[in-house]
């Protein structure tokens, strides 16, 4: 039985496999990346795109390092929820770590000021199809200034609530 506390990776692992078919390939793994750049308007030849794309090829290679333990060039739901609540996959020295995050910031972040904009950052919780109103109880949370804007750190804070708290 599913402990309810992975119900948010069981939805982004359904989330990753694009054309449903149970497992996750690099296909179905970089699809997200590509759809929110479209969805924003970003080339994903642009400095900020191509970022994007090659912090999310980066986190694709250590997950599939870390979870695919046999070797099958796939992630199944088994390996990728026990690596992923993993030590190895929450170290700090993992490749990649938190650079999804932050290049996605950068994309939000479309007037340089270092911070993202509520607005903003709904947008990019739908892009975990996560409800409107969750991104906004989320953002208030993480607004620890009260400014009405995230800065990076504060995104980063957003993110990690996001994946410790069940659907």
Known sequence: MTDT???????????MDADGDGVVDRTD?????REILTKLGVPEDSPKGQAFLDASHVQWEA???LA??????????????NRRV???????GRPGKGDVSRALFNLLDTDGDGTISVSE?????????????????????????DDG???????????????STPS
């Open 68 to 81: 695919d333990t046999n070797r099958d060039n796939v992630l199944s739901l088994d390996e990728y929820l």
């Open 149 to 163: 804007r995230l800065d990076l750190d504060e995104f980063f804070g957003a993110i990690k609530l996001f994946y």
């Open 86 to 92: 993993s030590a190895d996959f929450r170290s700090p």
């Open 29 to 33: 793994y970089l699809r997200a990346p």
């Open 5 to 15: 506390s992975q119900l948010p990776l069981i939805q982004e692992f359904r989330r």
């Open 121 to 145: 950052f709904v947008q990019a919780a739908g892009f975990l199809c996560m409800p409107d109103q969750d991104a906004l109880d989320y953002f208030e949370q993480q607004d620890s200034d």
């Open 63 to 65: 997950l599939l390092a």
